[in-house]
């Protein structure tokens, strides 16, 4: 059973400061890796992908992956209230084929 | 990215009866794929569509329960049928960015409450 990982949260952060989110997954042929952030009631929207080791920074987010380890996490800098939302790790494990975590919940704290 | 609008937004429905849920895409695209996300789990991928064929069902849905139309490359429905409670969830469709490279887009959700 192909699985990803991520600790449900909520994690809080102050305002200003970073955020860290974490995933694990366990299909060692995965290639590619996604961050998506979903607010309530809302659908899931892609923030981040990143398919090598080492890092990927866009902006205020920074994706990381090491494959050894099998884990990808998700910093975000300069936290704001607007990030408060559930953010989704996704690992493709094949073509057209994705396992998501469960979320964690993200609360920046004004 | 590709702009998907998804319909109805929500509804609340009784249970035995069915709901067709439509997603309408603003470019062409080959494959289309409906999720569901219940409470408090992850997405969970139900089928994926392709124009001008069957569309292919994952482990634990059945084309009796979700049957899937793709009439051209723009457009699909999924029809939940004969509801229950525990079909009380969101269904969420997608398309696949330039193959993969950039991850899924997802529609704008359709959350459906049984009673």
Same mark, same amino acid.
């Given at each position: ?10 994690l ?7 955020a860290s989110?974490?995933?694990t997954?366990?299909d060692?042929v ?15 929207e ?14 205020r ?45 993200l609360?920046?704290?004004? | 990215?590709?702009v ?18 439509q997603c ?11 999720y ?9 991928l139900? @089928?994926? @569509? ?12 059945v084309?009796d ?13 999924l ?10 969830s ?5 398309v696949e ?6 991850g ?12």
């Amino acid at each position: 059973q192909k699985e990803v990982e991520q600790n449900s949260g909520p994690l809080s952060v102050p305002e200003g400061a970073i955020a860290s989110l974490n995933c694990t997954y366990s299909d060692r042929v995965s290639q590619s890796f996604f961050w998506y952030r979903q607010y309530s009631g809302k659908s899931p929207e892609l923030i981040m992908s990143i398919y090598s080791n080492g890092d990927k920074e866009d902006g205020r987010f920074t994706a990381q992956l090491n494959k050894a380890s099998q884990y990808v996490s998700l910093l975000i800098r300069d936290s704001q209230p607007s990030d408060s939302a559930t953010y989704l790790c996704a690992v493709a494990t094949g073509t057209y084929k994705y396992i998501f975590g469960t979320g964690t919940r993200l609360k920046v704290l004004a | 990215s590709a702009v998907i609008s998804q319909k109805p937004s929500r509804d609340i429905c009784q249970r035995g009866t069915s709901l067709t849920i439509q997603c309408q895409v603003d470019s062409q695209v080959t494959m289309m794929f409906w999720y569901r996300q219940q409470p408090g789990q992850s997405l969970t991928l139900i @089928a994926t @569509a392709n124009q001008g064929s069957e569309a292919t069902y994952e482990s634990g849905f059945v084309i009796d329960k979700f049957p899937i139309s793709r009439p051209n490359l723009t457009f699909s429905t999924l029809t939940v049928s004969n509801m229950s409670p525990e079909d009380s969830s969101i269904y969420l469709c997608s398309v696949e960015e330039d193959e993969g490279v950039y991850g899924y887009t997802f529609g704008s959700g359709t959350r459906l409450t049984v009673v």
